[in-house]
Protein backbone atom coordinates (compact mmCIF):
# COMPACT_ATOMS: atom_id res chain seq x y z
CA UNK A 1 0.00 0.00 0.00
CA UNK A 2 3.10 2.83 0.90
CA UNK A 3 4.53 1.58 -2.22
CA UNK A 4 0.96 2.50 -4.30
CA UNK A 5 0.83 5.81 -2.39
CA UNK A 6 4.36 6.83 -3.05
CA UNK A 7 3.59 6.02 -6.85
CA UNK A 8 0.61 7.97 -6.65
CA UNK A 9 2.56 11.09 -5.06
CA UNK A 10 0.06 10.76 -1.96
CA UNK A 11 1.90 9.65 1.50
CA UNK A 12 4.89 11.54 0.74
CA UNK A 13 4.91 14.73 2.53
CA UNK A 14 4.20 18.42 2.25
CA UNK A 15 6.81 19.95 -0.69
CA UNK A 16 9.19 22.53 0.08
CA UNK A 17 8.54 25.89 -1.61
CA UNK A 18 11.13 25.49 -4.26
CA UNK A 19 10.28 21.72 -4.90
CA UNK A 20 6.37 22.40 -5.11
CA UNK A 21 7.60 26.07 -7.49
CA UNK A 22 9.31 23.77 -9.92
CA UNK A 23 6.39 21.27 -9.50
CA UNK A 24 3.68 24.01 -10.85
CA UNK A 25 5.97 25.03 -13.52
CA UNK A 26 6.12 21.80 -14.79
CA UNK A 27 2.81 21.09 -14.59
CA UNK A 28 1.64 24.32 -16.59
CA UNK A 29 3.99 23.86 -19.26
CA UNK A 30 2.98 20.13 -19.46
CA UNK A 31 -0.61 21.45 -19.63
CA UNK A 32 0.19 23.88 -22.37
CA UNK A 33 1.97 22.05 -24.59
CA UNK A 34 -0.93 19.51 -24.59
CA UNK A 35 -3.39 22.63 -25.53
CA UNK A 36 -0.85 23.09 -28.63
CA UNK A 37 -1.31 19.65 -29.75
CA UNK A 38 -4.96 19.60 -29.54
CA UNK A 39 -5.36 22.62 -31.74
CA UNK A 40 -2.64 21.73 -34.49
CA UNK A 41 -4.16 23.76 -37.72
CA UNK A 42 -4.98 26.90 -35.72
CA UNK A 43 -1.60 27.11 -33.59
CA UNK A 44 0.35 26.97 -36.74
CA UNK A 45 -1.19 29.68 -38.46
CA UNK A 46 -0.17 31.68 -35.25
CA UNK A 47 2.94 30.46 -35.93
CA UNK A 48 3.30 31.27 -39.13
CA UNK A 49 1.97 34.74 -38.49
CA UNK A 50 4.72 34.83 -36.27
CA UNK A 51 7.87 33.61 -38.47
CA UNK A 52 6.66 35.73 -41.66
CA UNK A 53 6.58 39.00 -38.74
CA UNK A 54 10.03 38.16 -37.89
CA UNK A 55 11.68 36.94 -40.57
CA UNK A 56 11.03 40.39 -43.14
CA UNK A 57 12.76 42.68 -40.99
CA UNK A 58 15.55 39.51 -40.71
CA UNK A 59 16.11 39.52 -44.29
CA UNK A 60 16.26 42.80 -44.91
CA UNK A 61 19.14 43.38 -42.11
CA UNK A 62 20.83 40.54 -42.90
CA UNK A 63 21.14 41.96 -46.97
CA UNK A 64 21.99 45.56 -45.70
CA UNK A 65 24.86 44.24 -43.73
CA UNK A 66 26.29 42.18 -46.38
CA UNK A 67 26.04 44.66 -48.91
CA UNK A 68 27.68 47.35 -46.37
CA UNK A 69 30.41 44.71 -45.45
CA UNK A 70 31.39 44.62 -49.31
CA UNK A 71 31.10 47.97 -49.55
CA UNK A 72 33.55 48.47 -47.15
CA UNK A 73 35.59 45.85 -48.42
CA UNK A 74 36.28 47.63 -51.86
CA UNK A 75 39.73 48.29 -52.85
CA UNK A 76 38.64 51.12 -55.37
CA UNK A 77 38.84 54.78 -53.29
CA UNK A 78 37.09 57.73 -55.36
CA UNK A 79 38.94 58.92 -58.02
CA UNK A 80 39.00 62.65 -59.15
CA UNK A 81 38.85 62.44 -63.30
CA UNK A 82 40.32 65.52 -64.77
CA UNK A 83 38.93 67.16 -68.09
CA UNK A 84 41.35 68.98 -69.96
CA UNK A 85 41.25 71.92 -72.54
CA UNK A 86 40.99 70.79 -75.88
CA UNK A 87 43.75 73.28 -76.77
CA UNK A 88 46.25 71.75 -73.88
CA UNK A 89 48.88 69.67 -76.02
CA UNK A 90 50.38 66.16 -74.60
CA UNK A 91 53.23 68.15 -73.11
CA UNK A 92 51.62 70.65 -71.37
CA UNK A 93 49.24 67.81 -69.68
CA UNK A 94 52.41 66.23 -68.59
CA UNK A 95 53.41 69.38 -66.79
CA UNK A 96 50.02 69.82 -65.05
CA UNK A 97 50.05 66.05 -63.71
CA UNK A 98 53.37 66.84 -62.33
CA UNK A 99 51.71 70.23 -60.39
CA UNK A 100 48.88 67.70 -59.65
CA UNK A 101 51.31 65.54 -57.70
CA UNK A 102 52.63 67.81 -56.00
CA UNK A 103 48.95 68.38 -54.39
CA UNK A 104 49.18 67.27 -50.59
CA UNK A 105 46.90 63.58 -50.37
CA UNK A 106 47.46 62.75 -53.75
CA UNK A 107 48.89 58.47 -54.43
CA UNK A 108 48.68 58.43 -57.73
CA UNK A 109 47.99 60.58 -61.10
CA UNK A 110 47.60 58.65 -64.60
CA UNK A 111 47.82 60.86 -67.81
CA UNK A 112 45.21 59.52 -70.10
CA UNK A 113 46.51 60.31 -73.90
CA UNK A 114 42.84 61.70 -76.18
CA UNK A 115 43.83 58.95 -79.20
CA UNK A 116 44.02 56.27 -76.51
CA UNK A 117 40.96 57.29 -74.95
CA UNK A 118 39.06 57.22 -78.46
CA UNK A 119 40.23 54.13 -79.30
CA UNK A 120 39.00 52.66 -76.30
CA UNK A 121 35.96 54.32 -76.36
CA UNK A 122 35.61 53.16 -80.29
CA UNK A 123 36.62 49.88 -78.83
CA UNK A 124 33.91 49.48 -76.33
CA UNK A 125 31.07 51.08 -78.56
CA UNK A 126 31.97 49.42 -81.45
CA UNK A 127 30.97 52.98 -83.14
CA UNK A 128 34.20 52.88 -85.83
CA UNK A 129 32.33 54.11 -89.02
CA UNK A 130 31.24 57.32 -86.72
CA UNK A 131 34.47 57.66 -85.39
CA UNK A 132 36.20 57.74 -88.96
CA UNK A 133 33.63 60.17 -90.00
CA UNK A 134 35.05 62.73 -87.62
CA UNK A 135 37.49 65.44 -88.99
CA UNK A 136 39.38 65.45 -85.76
CA UNK A 137 39.76 64.12 -81.86
CA UNK A 138 37.08 65.41 -79.92
CA UNK A 139 38.23 64.15 -76.20
CA UNK A 140 40.53 66.34 -74.73
CA UNK A 141 43.30 65.04 -72.26
CA UNK A 142 42.68 63.64 -68.97
CA UNK A 143 43.98 62.79 -65.86
CA UNK A 144 42.62 60.06 -63.03
CA UNK A 145 43.65 61.17 -59.46
CA UNK A 146 43.63 58.53 -56.99
CA UNK A 147 43.48 59.91 -53.61
CA UNK A 148 45.35 58.24 -50.79
CA UNK A 149 42.86 56.10 -48.30
CA UNK A 150 43.21 58.29 -45.28
CA UNK A 151 41.39 61.46 -47.26
CA UNK A 152 37.85 61.83 -45.91
CA UNK A 153 35.16 62.89 -47.74
CA UNK A 154 35.54 67.14 -46.82
CA UNK A 155 39.00 66.69 -48.48
CA UNK A 156 38.36 65.03 -51.44
CA UNK A 157 35.98 68.18 -52.16
CA UNK A 158 38.30 70.54 -51.18
CA UNK A 159 40.89 68.90 -53.79
CA UNK A 160 38.04 68.91 -56.44
CA UNK A 161 37.86 72.78 -56.15
CA UNK A 162 41.72 73.37 -55.77
CA UNK A 163 42.21 70.90 -58.63
CA UNK A 164 39.33 72.78 -60.99
CA UNK A 165 41.18 76.25 -60.44
CA UNK A 166 44.52 74.85 -62.24
CA UNK A 167 45.35 76.71 -65.69
CA UNK A 168 44.22 74.29 -67.98
CA UNK A 169 41.62 72.30 -65.96
CA UNK A 170 37.91 72.42 -67.78
CA UNK A 171 36.27 70.10 -65.20
CA UNK A 172 36.81 68.12 -62.39
CA UNK A 173 34.18 65.03 -61.93
CA UNK A 174 34.50 63.44 -58.71
CA UNK A 175 33.53 59.47 -58.82
CA UNK A 176 32.36 58.69 -55.52
CA UNK A 177 28.60 59.26 -55.77
CA UNK A 178 27.68 55.97 -56.91
CA UNK A 179 29.43 54.75 -53.45
CA UNK A 180 27.04 57.57 -51.55
CA UNK A 181 23.85 56.36 -53.15
CA UNK A 182 24.58 52.63 -52.22
CA UNK A 183 25.90 53.29 -49.22
CA UNK A 184 22.83 55.68 -48.77
CA UNK A 185 20.60 52.68 -50.22
CA UNK A 186 21.63 50.25 -47.74
CA UNK A 187 21.26 52.26 -44.67
CA UNK A 188 17.23 53.17 -45.94
CA UNK A 189 17.22 49.33 -46.12
CA UNK A 190 18.54 48.93 -42.65
CA UNK A 191 16.24 51.78 -41.16
CA UNK A 192 13.09 50.04 -43.36
CA UNK A 193 13.75 46.22 -41.69
CA UNK A 194 13.79 48.19 -38.35
CA UNK A 195 10.95 50.26 -38.10
CA UNK A 196 9.12 46.99 -39.74
CA UNK A 197 10.26 45.01 -37.27
CA UNK A 198 8.76 47.11 -34.69
CA UNK A 199 4.95 47.21 -36.49
CA UNK A 200 5.45 43.58 -37.12
CA UNK A 201 6.38 42.72 -33.05
CA UNK A 202 3.43 45.00 -32.42
CA UNK A 203 0.87 42.97 -34.95
CA UNK A 204 2.87 39.53 -32.96
CA UNK A 205 2.21 40.84 -29.48
CA UNK A 206 -1.47 41.50 -30.63
CA UNK A 207 -2.85 38.92 -32.59
CA UNK A 208 -1.14 36.30 -29.67
CA UNK A 209 -2.75 38.91 -27.34
CA UNK A 210 -6.33 38.43 -29.30
CA UNK A 211 -5.86 34.06 -29.67
CA UNK A 212 -4.79 33.77 -25.93
CA UNK A 213 -7.73 36.09 -24.80
CA UNK A 214 -9.94 33.16 -27.13
CA UNK A 215 -8.29 30.45 -24.58
CA UNK A 216 -9.00 32.41 -21.81
CA UNK A 217 -12.50 32.17 -21.87
CA UNK A 218 -12.59 28.68 -23.18
CA UNK A 219 -11.58 27.78 -19.36
CA UNK A 220 -13.08 30.65 -17.57
CA UNK A 221 -15.16 28.04 -16.00
CA UNK A 222 -11.55 26.48 -15.02
CA UNK A 223 -10.33 29.70 -13.84
CA UNK A 224 -12.87 30.27 -11.97
CA UNK A 225 -12.59 27.11 -10.04
CA UNK A 226 -8.48 27.50 -9.44
CA UNK A 227 -9.67 31.24 -7.76
CA UNK A 228 -12.30 29.55 -5.44
CA UNK A 229 -9.65 26.92 -4.36
CA UNK A 230 -7.37 30.11 -3.36
CA UNK A 231 -5.08 30.23 -6.80
CA UNK A 232 -4.08 33.69 -7.28
CA UNK A 233 -3.76 35.17 -10.62
CA UNK A 234 -0.12 34.38 -11.02
CA UNK A 235 -0.94 30.89 -10.52
CA UNK A 236 -3.95 30.95 -13.46
CA UNK A 237 -1.66 33.00 -15.76
CA UNK A 238 1.16 30.61 -15.69
CA UNK A 239 -0.11 27.86 -18.63
CA UNK A 240 -0.66 30.91 -20.45
CA UNK A 241 2.83 32.12 -20.16
CA UNK A 242 3.83 28.63 -21.20
CA UNK A 243 1.71 28.87 -23.98
CA UNK A 244 2.86 32.35 -25.25
CA UNK A 245 6.39 31.21 -24.68
CA UNK A 246 6.01 27.96 -26.93
CA UNK A 247 4.48 29.46 -29.84
CA UNK A 248 6.54 32.40 -30.12
CA UNK A 249 9.57 30.22 -29.97
CA UNK A 250 7.84 28.10 -33.26
CA UNK A 251 7.48 31.55 -34.80
CA UNK A 252 11.15 31.87 -34.38
CA UNK A 253 11.99 28.55 -35.69
CA UNK A 254 9.57 29.23 -38.42
CA UNK A 255 10.87 32.66 -39.11
CA UNK A 256 14.47 30.88 -39.35
CA UNK A 257 13.09 28.43 -41.89
CA UNK A 258 11.61 31.06 -43.77
CA UNK A 259 15.00 33.15 -43.94
CA UNK A 260 16.89 30.63 -45.06
CA UNK A 261 14.61 29.77 -47.80
CA UNK A 262 14.38 33.61 -49.08
CA UNK A 263 18.35 33.82 -48.65
CA UNK A 264 19.19 30.79 -51.20
CA UNK A 265 16.60 32.22 -53.23
CA UNK A 266 18.20 35.84 -53.27
CA UNK A 267 21.42 33.77 -53.95
CA UNK A 268 21.91 34.72 -57.93
CA UNK A 269 20.70 38.00 -57.67
CA UNK A 270 23.01 38.68 -54.82
CA UNK A 271 26.10 37.52 -56.34
CA UNK A 272 25.21 39.21 -59.86
CA UNK A 273 24.80 42.70 -57.49
CA UNK A 274 28.86 42.18 -55.76
CA UNK A 275 29.79 40.64 -59.28
CA UNK A 276 29.12 44.13 -60.66
CA UNK A 277 31.38 46.07 -58.49
CA UNK A 278 34.37 43.22 -59.21
CA UNK A 279 33.71 41.78 -55.65
CA UNK A 280 33.74 38.49 -54.91
CA UNK A 281 29.99 36.92 -54.06
CA UNK A 282 29.46 36.97 -49.75
CA UNK A 283 25.76 36.15 -49.93
CA UNK A 284 24.49 36.25 -46.50
CA UNK A 285 23.41 32.77 -44.90
CA UNK A 286 21.72 31.47 -41.76
CA UNK A 287 24.03 31.48 -38.66
CA UNK A 288 23.47 29.44 -35.67
CA UNK A 289 23.37 32.69 -33.98
CA UNK A 290 20.89 34.44 -35.94
CA UNK A 291 18.69 30.86 -35.17
CA UNK A 292 19.08 31.77 -31.48
CA UNK A 293 18.19 35.56 -31.85
CA UNK A 294 15.10 34.49 -33.72
CA UNK A 295 13.96 32.36 -31.54
CA UNK A 296 14.74 34.49 -28.54
CA UNK A 297 13.19 37.33 -29.69
CA UNK A 298 9.84 35.17 -30.68
CA UNK A 299 9.83 33.60 -27.16
CA UNK A 300 10.23 37.25 -26.03
CA UNK A 301 7.08 38.68 -27.89
CA UNK A 302 5.44 35.53 -26.83
CA UNK A 303 5.64 35.97 -23.28
CA UNK A 304 4.99 39.75 -23.40
CA UNK A 305 1.96 39.17 -25.73
CA UNK A 306 1.26 36.03 -23.09
CA UNK A 307 1.50 38.56 -19.99
CA UNK A 308 -0.66 41.43 -21.75
CA UNK A 309 -3.30 39.40 -22.61
CA UNK A 310 -3.31 37.26 -19.31
CA UNK A 311 -2.83 40.39 -17.04
CA UNK A 312 -6.14 41.95 -18.53
CA UNK A 313 -8.14 39.63 -18.80
CA UNK A 314 -7.64 37.30 -15.21
CA UNK A 315 -8.72 40.08 -13.41
CA UNK A 316 -11.92 40.54 -14.93
CA UNK A 317 -12.92 36.88 -14.23
CA UNK A 318 -13.75 36.56 -10.42
CA UNK A 319 -16.01 33.94 -8.01
CA UNK A 320 -19.47 35.24 -7.74
Not at 269 to 291: I, K, T
Request: glycine share 8%; hydrophobic share 50%.
Amino acid sequence: MSNQQSAAGIGVGPRSPISAWFHHHRQAAQASYEKLLQAPVSNFLTILVIGVALALPHLGISIATAVQGQIEQLDSPPQLSLLLDGTVTYEEAARIREQVMRKPGIAEVKLVDRDRALAEFTAATGLQDLVERLSSNPLPHSLWVYPKANVRTAGLEQLQIDLGALTGVSQVILDSRWLKRLNAFTDLLRTTASVLFLVMALGVVLTLGNTLRLGIEARRDEIVVIKLIGGGNAFARRPFLYTGLFTGALGGVMASLLSGLALMALNAPVNRLFELYDQVPAVPSLVPSDLFVLILMGAGLGLISAWYSAQLHLTRIQPK
